[in-house]
């Protein structure tokens, strides 16, 4: 069993930055792949940024390449997402989600544990 805690979220303008942490626990946190995701008002949840077990490997969403970047340390059993140059559109709950597996998927429905979320909201 692993819990996940994301912290990090908040209200920043446009253009502006953010960084989101995903704080494990309960199990090696090594032993995992690593996933972002986030769902807006009315939207079905998507997905953001993925991470291999040991942070040499990881994938973005199309809209999200060059602007986010993930990453993790291991010794701190947390996850990371830099999220810079922010857009109204990145607006959602940002979710950080872990995979029984040391290699990461898009697939939501591949993740075995799941966080609470945390809110991100970009202004115009």
């Known amino acids: 069993q692993v819990q996940l805690v994301e912290s990090g979220g908040g209200l920043v303008q446009a253009g502006g930055s953010l960084r989101l942490s995903c704080a494990a626990s309960g199990r090696t946190f090594s032993d995992y792949a690593m996933g972002w995701f986030r769902q807006a008002p009315g939207k079905e949840r998507e997905f953001v940024s993925a991470?291999?077990?040991?942070?040499?490997?990881?994938s973005y969403a199309d809209s999200v390449k060059g602007r986010f970047t993930i990453s993790r340390d291991n010794a701190k059993n947390t996850m990371y997402l830099q999220m810079n140059r922010l857009k109204p559109e990145d607006t959602a709950v940002y979710y950080c989600a872990a995979r029984t597996s040391a290699w990461p998927t898009s697939r939501l429905n591949e993740y075995n544990y799941w966080g609470q979320g945390t809110q991100v909201t970009v202004s115009s």
């Open positions: 991470v291999n077990w040991s942070g040499g490997f990881t």
